[in-house]
């Protein structure tokens, strides 16, 4: 089975702001609105941190690298793009 993906939108607050089923959508959503901020592609139904792991975008090297507080922050940026008022930069 393929895997599904969303595109998030975060505009430098705690928590997105929108999220996409399609990059343009998010584009077009960024350019109208003139949003800075980042666009960042993640997978559904598996954590960013396995997922990267899964496909060999990150390894993990420490033992703190392993822990829930690290999991928990980890946003994997494999794909992710930058906007300044609403131009990707």
């Known amino acids: ?5 969303v595109w998030v939108f975060n505009g430098g607050g705690t928590f997105p702001s929108g999220v996409f089923s399609a990059r343009e959508k998010a584009e077009a959503w960024i350019a109208g609105n003139r949003l800075s901020g980042c666009l960042t592609k993640y997978p559904l139904d598996i954590g960013a941190y396995e997922w990267a792991i899964s496909e060999g975008h990150f390894k993990p090297k420490r033992d703190d690298q392993r822990t829930s507080g690290f999991i928990g ?17």
Do not use: K, L, N, V
């Open 1 to 5: 089975m393929e895997s599904q993906f």
């Open 73 to 89: 922050r980890f946003a994997c940026g494999h794909e992710h793009f930058h906007y300044t008022d609403g131009q990707p930069t």
